[in-house]
């Protein structure tokens, strides 16, 4: 890794625990170099603004994420669809509180660009599980006219039941939001599931 590389992410490093611990509009460029024991000066050879380093961190976020909701392929198809969407839910779910203030904040100053990420990121998502409709439907497991579109609209189902800007409900745990979760992938698989060829038709 060379010398720039470094430089950068020992600064997003700096920058997304400042942004956790005094959130996004009480952290200074200021703050940032101090903290990462570079030169303010280096730091806009790097970033030219703080917006634009936490638009970098939030895009880390976005990559944890998809490392963590990688489902391993040597399950069938509908495992894997009800696993990657409970996954999806229960990592954004578990870092809310922790990146509340942060994100609430950002999305204030930064909503445009954040959106803009979340729409990167959910088509990513989306594209994934095209894949793995695809593969039921050559298991003979799933049925579709259109796995994109029917993946997309599982992202949309999913994002009802993961918390943005407001306060959780006592109610929703992380064990209620699991279950929860779970039942919802399970709903959205049958959907898809091919109905046997001596079903009753109404």
């Known amino acids: 890794m060379d010398v720039l590389t470094t430089e950068r992410e020992?600064?997003?490093?700096?920058?997304?625990?400042?942004?956790?611990?005094?959130?996004?509009?009480?952290?200074?460029?200021?703050?940032?170099?101090?903290?990462?024991?570079?030169g303010k000066g280096s730091v806009y050879l790097r970033f030219s603004s703080k917006a634009e380093i936490a638009i970098a961190c939030i895009r880390q976020v976005g990559d944890r994420w998809w490392a963590e909701i990688s489902v391993p392929e040597k399950q069938g198809p509908s495992d894997q669809v009800v696993e990657f969407l409970t996954r999806r839910i229960l990592v954004r779910f578990n870092d809310f509180d922790r990146y509340r203030q942060t994100w609430e904040e950002c999305y204030d100053a930064l909503s445009a660009d954040i959106r803009e990420i979340a729409v990167e990121i959910q088509e990513r998502e989306a594209r994934h599980l095209k894949s793995i409709i695809r593969t039921g439907i050559e298991a003979g497991e799933f049925t579709s006219i259109d796995p994109l579109g029917d993946a997309r609209i599982m992202i949309l189902a999913s994002n009802s039941l993961i918390p943005y800007r407001r306060k959780v409900d006592d109610n929703y745990d992380r064990r209620t939001i699991e279950e929860h979760a779970t039942a919802l992938a399970n709903l959205l698989v049958r959907a898809l599931r091919r109905a046997p060829a001596d079903a009753t038709r109404n």
Not at 12 to 23: D, I, K, N, P, W
């Open 10 to 38: 020992k600064l997003l490093a700096s920058a997304a625990s400042l942004f956790e611990r005094y959130g996004y509009k009480k952290t200074t460029i200021e703050d940032i170099a101090r903290d990462s024991g570079i």
